[in-house]
């Protein structure tokens, strides 16, 4: 196939613009980088000096995930070897695969 001068030129353009993009994301990773580590040092020497708390700066998240207590959730089916599920998320191997052998999910249902 005879390439034209214009698809040529347009060809080489076309590469020269995927290196300039590829030196481009380079520089913007780069100064990227620096200036984060810039701001982490301002925002470090900051909370230093004026002895703010997570609390201070609005960062509840963390402070709600400390007084987080993890609860248990009642059982709610229970295998005929002693497996339980919460009924919660996805249903256990155990249950799935008696349902496909036709029994009934209820059978398995812990009376409260």
């Given at each position: 196939?005879?390439?034209?001068k214009?698809?040529?030129?347009?060809?080489?353009?076309?590469?020269?613009?995927?290196e300039?993009?590829?030196t481009?994301e380079?520089?913007?990773?780069?100064?990227?980088?620096?200036?984060?580590?810039?701001?982490?040092?301002?925002a470090?020497?900051?909370?230093?000096?004026?002895?703010?708390?997570?609390a201070?700066?609005?960062?509840?998240?963390?402070?709600?995930?400390?007084?987080?207590?993890?609860?248990?959730?009642?059982?709610?089916?229970?295998?005929?070897?002693g497996e339980?599920?919460s009924?919660?998320?996805?249903?256990?191997?155990?249950?799935?695969?008696l349902?496909?052998?036709?029994?009934?999910?209820?059978?398995?249902?812990?009376?409260?």
């Amino acid at each position: 196939m005879v390439q034209t001068k214009l698809e040529e030129k347009c060809m080489a353009t076309y590469r020269e613009l995927l290196e300039q993009r590829e030196t481009l994301e380079q520089q913007i990773a780069e100064a990227r980088q620096t200036e984060v580590a810039a701001a982490i040092a301002q925002a470090k020497q900051l909370i230093g000096e004026y002895g703010l708390t997570a609390a201070d700066c609005g960062f509840r998240g963390l402070a709600a995930l400390a007084g987080k207590t993890k609860t248990t959730v009642a059982v709610k089916f229970r295998g005929p070897n002693g497996e339980t599920w919460s009924g919660r998320g996805k249903a256990p191997n155990w249950l799935t695969s008696l349902e496909s052998q036709g029994r009934h999910r209820d059978e398995f249902l812990v009376s409260r």
